[in-house]
């Protein structure tokens, strides 16, 4: 079992930039790929990015690739997602999840465990 607890959601203006933490525990991660997905009211759970615990390799979706960073801290056994440049269309509730199945797995019944999520709101 993985338990993953996020952190770090709040309001921000457009423009702006958050950072999102989540931090696991249970078993060793060494072999999982740690993933963001978000979910707006009336919107299917989209995958956002994604990064490999062992070697850090990571994945974006293109809708927030050079805006987003994904990145591990193993010490902390923490995940974190940098978001920059925050439009209104990235208002969402967000969510870690956990697989170990691959680095460009981007469906999330791809995912094995999830955290509880938490909201983002940009406003205009």
């Known amino acids: 079992q993985v338990q993953l607890v996020e952190s770090g959601g709040g309001l921000v203006q457009a423009g702006g930039s958050l950072r999102l933490s989540c931090a696991a525990s249970?078993?060793?991660?060494?072999?999982?790929?740690m993933g963001w997905f978000r979910q707006a009211p009336g919107k299917e759970r989209e995958f956002v990015a994604s990064?490999?615990?062992?070697?850090?390799?990571?994945y974006y979706a293109d809708s927030v690739k050079g805006r987003f960073t994904i990145s591990r801290d193993i010490a902390k056994n923490t995940v974190y997602l940098q978001m920059n440049s925050l439009k209104p269309e990235d208002t969402a509730v967000y969510y870690c999840?956990?697989?170990?199945?691959?680095?460009?797995?981007?469906?999330?019944?791809?995912?094995?465990?999830w955290g509880q999520g938490t909201q983002v709101t940009v406003s205009s």
């Open positions: 990064i490999r615990w062992s070697g850090g390799d990571t």
């Open positions: 249970g078993r060793t991660l060494s072999s999982y790929v």
């Open positions: 999840a956990a697989n170990r199945r691959g680095l460009y797995r981007s469906r999330w019944s791809d995912y094995d465990y």
